[in-house]
């Protein structure tokens, strides 16, 4: 027997909304009421709507259900500044959406837009798993509303101290007190680089960024899409599909590796969209848009992380966009040391090294920055949560 799954509210636009409470015969303002409740009050059931009339709300659970989503795992790293959650969606799939909070100022959330992955990158614990299924624009949506909810009703005011974060803290002073973000702080970015090719699922993808960038008179969100960014591991169609959007989200492609024969390794979508064919649609991407696209780099200790690769960087770099034809720098990397999994038998580049791959970016010209590991001692890499609670204990 199917499982019945009623209709979540996040998945109908606000056109829809009003349709249906116009065919109801209700007034046409309930429709902003309810949208104040799911993308500024973060309701977890319409019971909670309460400017709304009884007969309202029981015709809105009858028909329609929010708060759909519910916590398998979390996990808080020990430094504060990091959470993450394995979420079970109404058909039993589970998810990852990650909070990490920077020197009290910045929240992003990074969410998932699959269920698991199809691109078979060998050093990342989502694609060790496999494919189960895209996720619609309200799943999406609502991982987004679950960490603005989880912001909302932390405590109110607490000290703390981003040690990895020292050298933004006043006076580079580890020691220094930071206010972390009070329960009014709003999150103020977001990033689609949980578990899942965001553009494998391109129209639920789309759709979810432009209900969260409603403005709030309108009863949405109101997130400003520059605080976006979309992650590919290189979906060539997609890329080009995306330059057309007229969007101002940030798109970042994880690179990895600059000669095809290590990224065939890496990341095997490579195979498909090989590297030249990429650096075709980067490069028109930035003309199309005029936007800065990030190239992300998971430094691998004697496998991508050697001068050799950074040279290589470099030179293909070059191949997408000259900075004296462009007007300035299009591209910025950024470089993390890897998250080991349990599926990979890599290790994260010292610090020594990674400075080195650095330097030889810089001496071409080429903004860079290494970035931070955030939640390791929570396995807040994609797919590693997932992992975990799957293993047998």
Known sequence: ?????????????????????????????????????????????????????KSLRARLKENYAIGRLST???????????RKWLLRLPDGSEIETVLMEYDGIRRTACISSQAGCAMDCSF????????????RAGEIIEQVVWVARALQNQPAQQDATDPVHAQQVPNGDPKSKIQSPKSTDRLSNLVFMGMGEPFANYNNVIEAIRRLTEAESDGGFGLGARRITVSTVGIVPGIR???????????????????????????????RYPLKELALAARDYIRKTNRRLSFEWALIDGVNDTIEQAELLVAYIRSICDPKKEGRNMIHVNMIPLNPTGGYAGRATGRAQAHRFSETLTAAGIPNTIRVRRGIDIHAGCGQLRAEAGRPR
């Open 124 to 135: 990342c614990a989502t694609g060790q798993m496999g494919f189960l299924r895209n996720l």
């Open 72 to 82: 398998a795992a979390e996990r808080a790293s020990t430094d504060g500044w990091t």
């Open 1 to 53: 027997m199917a499982l019945s799954i009623p209709t979540s509210l996040y998945d109908l636009t606000a056109d829809q909304l009003s349709q249906q409470l116009e065919a109801w015969g209700e007034p046409a303002f309930h429709a902003r009421q309810i949208r104040r409740w799911l993308y500024q009050r973060f309701a977890a059931g319409i019971e909670e709507m309460t400017d709304l009339s």
């Open 241 to 271: 599909k995306f330059a057309e959007e007229n969007l101002q989200v940030n798109l970042a492609i994880s690179l990895h590796a600059a000669s095809d024969a290590l990224r065939n390794q890496l990341a095997p979508i490579n195979k």
